[in-house]
């Protein structure tokens, strides 16, 4: 079957018997039609406008409604993405004491939705609903790099997909608290999902069963929704919560010393310095102007890591999310996790010797000598001096941040471990999100198993009522005495699906992280 890319290109030209119109939908303010593969009878929505372009005074404020348009909008090609940036790649935190042919722009507030259909693109009808948030580090990520069509196939075409876009680079501040939106990318997301309680309906979907899902920064945008509006978010939004790789980066006040050395140093690189109002000067720079300015700074930031990230707000977030997490102040009536067994690999510099107790003081600008004498101490003894440094960066971002989220929804989660060699960050994408690749462990009893734990959760907010028969034996919730579901091969390359038991000394590490979450700002 073709790309997306491919697909959108050449309806744009409809050259291929492959394609056919979709039924146009009508949302009130546009009216939209989509276009079907008839190889596979999956109808896509591909760019639709959920929210007005952010452009001008809109710029660093909340979401608004997009304008009304008139006549029939084409949805039948991939959206721009917002503007990107990286992540740091300096050997010492600086707060201590770009592949494809998808145009990247401000005005990315879209998304796209693939649904189950004939080949006239007649929708469904009260379908779960699954809404994916790319990751990236809240830096880079578009929704043309998933493919919906994927989760439908796995889940037995049981399953709407919606893969939202949301603004990158979040501006912290005291200015931007005064003048505009703090964490705007976390309300473009909560717009997406207010568009989706609205508007699923009309393309099969059920608005009521709707599953938030992410990986990495995805995921760790799913944590925030989780604990928006300290947990009362209204209406329900959504009522399934899966999280791949939860990132919980430090997440600081917005106005503490971090975000204002941030907010200053975005200002001096968009000349906005001597400006009477620095939000104004800002909302008038070229946007060019302020991209590179995200990516100078977050390159500059301390190796693989992400400074233009959520704050603490007041208003969406309300406090730390551990916090949250330890009063239950939680939105989602059942939780889905999984981790990668060695995430922190991929974010730490390989070739520099350090500690783990140095590491964490380079990581966590807030840590002093006693926190970095514990990091030593609790990860002593566990391989080399790099491999314990992996896991500091693994477990207090990733893992741990997983773990209490989990204990949040006791009695109602889940918990699996991807452990494929080499199991880290991001090599489980490819098994549920394949496009045109092959997974490297191509093993169909593997893939059935993995990939249908997440698409029978969407369906009945339970892994263990099956799409179809897998080698996935009972899954036992998380409170059952620490209970995971492995994921993994033998060396002889069979497949190992099989419950296990969290390691005591990795909940005692995390008791730690959880212990010093005013310093780390989780």
């Known amino acids: 079957m073709p790309s997306l890319h491919l697909l959108s290109r050449l309806c744009a030209v409809a050259t291929t018997i492959l394609l056919a119109r979709a039924q146009t939908v009508d949302l009130g303010y546009a009216q939209y039609q989509g276009i079907v593969n008839t190889a596979s009878n999956i109808t896509h929505f591909l760019g639709i406008r959920y929210a007005a372009a952010p452009l001008g005074d809109l710029r660093f404020r909340a979401p608004q409604p997009p304008a009304n348009e008139t006549g029939v909008q084409q949805a039948t090609a991939q959206p721009n993405k917002c503007l990107q940036a990286d992540s740091g790649r300096s050997p010492t935190n600086p707060f201590e004491s770009r592949a494809d042919q998808i145009i990247a722009t401000e005005d990315c507030l879209f998304l796209n939705v693939y649904y189950p259909s004939d080949e006239a693109g007649t929708p469904p009808t009260n379908l779960p609903t699954l809404v994916w948030i790319h990751g990236g580090g809240y830096l880079s990520g578009q929704a043309s790099r998933f493919n919906g069509e994927d989760i439908i196939r796995q889940s037995n075409r049981g399953v709407v997909v919606v ?19 703090l964490n705007a990318g976390l309300l473009d997301q909560d717009f997406a999902l207010r568009w989706v309680n609205q508007h699923i309906s009309k393309f099969g979907g059920d608005s009521a069963k709707v599953t938030i899902w992410g990986e990495s920064a995805g995921a760790g945008s799913v944590l925030q929704h989780v604990v928006a509006n300290g947990g009362q978010t209204k ?23 971090i975000p204002e050395l941030l907010f200053s140093e975005v200002v001096a690189q968009t000349n906005c310095a001597i400006a009477q109002d620095s939000l104004t000067c800002l909302r008038t720079a070229n946007a060019t102007v302020l991209e590179m300015a995200n990516y100078n700074i977050n390159a500059a930031g301390f190796f693989h890591t992400f400074s233009t990230v959520p704050v603490i707000d007041g208003v969406f977030i309300t406090q730390q999310p551990t916090l949250s997490f330890l009063e239950s102040k939680v939105n989602g009536e059942a939780l889905l996790s999984v981790t990668n067994t060695f995430e922190g690999t991929a974010f730490v510099n390989q070739s520099v010797n350090v500690t783990a107790a140095q590491y964490s003081l380079d990581l966590f600008p807030k840590f002093r000598t006693p926190q970095a004498n514990s990091v030593g101490e609790l990860y002593a ?11 500091v960066q693994g477990e207090s971002i990733f893992i741990c941040p997983t773990y209490d989220l989990l204990n949040a929804f006791s009695g109602r989660s889940f918990k699996g471990e991807f452990a494929i060699p080499p199991g880290r960050h991001g090599n489980d994408i490819v098994y549920y999100f394949p496009g045109t690749s092959t997974p490297p462990f191509n093993n169909t009893d593997f893939i059935n198993a993995f990939t249908q734990s997440f698409t029978s959760f969407i369906i009945n ?9 897998t080698i996935t034996p009972h899954w036992n919730m998380f409170n059952d005495d620490h209970t995971e579901m492995l994921f993994n091969m033998t060396a002889a390359g069979a497949p190992v699906v099989r419950q296990i038991t969290t390691s005591n000394a990795l909940l005692n590490r995390c ?3 959880r212990s010093v979450g005013n310093l780390t700002g989780q």
Request: charged share 15%; hydrophobic share 35%; net charge positive.
């Open 163 to 181: 893969v939202i876009q949301y603004r990158l680079g979040f501006l912290p501040g005291a200015a931007v608290k005064k003048n505009g939106t």
């Open 235 to 257: 209406p329900q939004l959504f009522r399934g919560v899966i999280t791949s790789s939860t990132f919980l980066p430090s997440q600081y006040q917005f106005d503490d010393r």
């Open 381 to 391: 003894g566990l391989g080399t001096e790099q491999f314990q440094v992996n896991g």
């Open 461 to 469: 907010l339970d892994p263990n009522i099956k799409v179809s028969n």
């Open 511 to 513: 008791r730690f992280w």
